[in-house]
């Protein structure tokens, strides 16, 4: 992957305008509006509607975050890939865990809605509309301005600032710190944001639906 992608002055027009999304999300929130899902899915798809603009209109194109229209399927093939291998490994080290007397799965478990209409909302938030914004966000814009210092230096802080956001409202960190290592290393590996955004998809849908069942 090609380093020097995503200059200072796209990066920090795209924090400032992720920041009042973020800011005007939880004054909404705190009145009480609205159900908090429906408020934070047009939260999450109006970031992703401004830092594609912004990366259209101010920084090198969709390209530069890893939305080359040339690599979208191939990303995307390599994304399922990536997916099902992470999920051979994840099941590995759970068998790992279980023997020695530690039940993992508690790290997995996500609290879900009560009524099925709010759980489908928050699979279709959570589980997608979330992913995407993060991706483009995380890897597309973050990574892609780290990378001038390197893949390691990349991988490290933008993971680290994935961790400290989800942390923030989750407070599970485990999981996001694998899951951002394991995004970044996908992007920089396939060149393609469509990878790390197929993996962050069917990761996420994956925990709901244990959640679920369980």
Not at 57 to 68: D, T
Not at 92 to 106: K, M
Not at 156 to 185: K, M, N, R, W, Y
Request: hydrophobic share 55%; charged share 10%.
């Amino acid at each position: 992957m090609e380093a020097n992608k995503i200059e200072i002055e796209t990066l920090i027009i795209s924090l400032a305008a992720v920041f009042c999304v973020e800011l005007s999300t939880r004054v909404v929130v705190s009145q009480g509006l609205c159900y908090p899902m429906v408020i934070l899915g047009t939260a999450r798809l109006l970031e992703i509607i401004l830092i594609t603009l912004i990366v259209m209109i101010w920084g090198k194109g969709l390209s530069s975050i890893g939305l080359a229209r040339s690599k979208m399927l191939s990303g995307l093939k390599r994304g399922m890939i990536w997916s099902a291998g992470f999920a051979v490994v994840a099941s590995f080290v759970f068998l790992v865990l279980f023997a020695a007397g530690i039940n993992a799965l508690t790290l997995l478990r996500t609290d879900l809605p009560p009524r099925p209409s709010e759980i489908a909302l928050f699979f279709l938030i959570g589980g997608i509309v979330g992913p995407i914004a993060e991706e483009l966000f995380f890897r597309g814009m973050l990574y892609g301005f780290f990378r001038r210092w390197g893949v390691a230096a990349g991988i490290v802080f933008t993971t680290v600032i994935f961790v400290l956001t989800h942390q923030l409202s989750h407070g599970a960190p485990l999981t996001q710190a694998v899951g951002g290592i394991v995004f970044a290393v996908a992007y920089e590996v396939e060149g393609s944001l469509i990878a790390p955004i197929a993996i962050h998809i069917l990761g996420n849908l994956a925990i709901f639906t244990f959640s679920l069942i369980s």
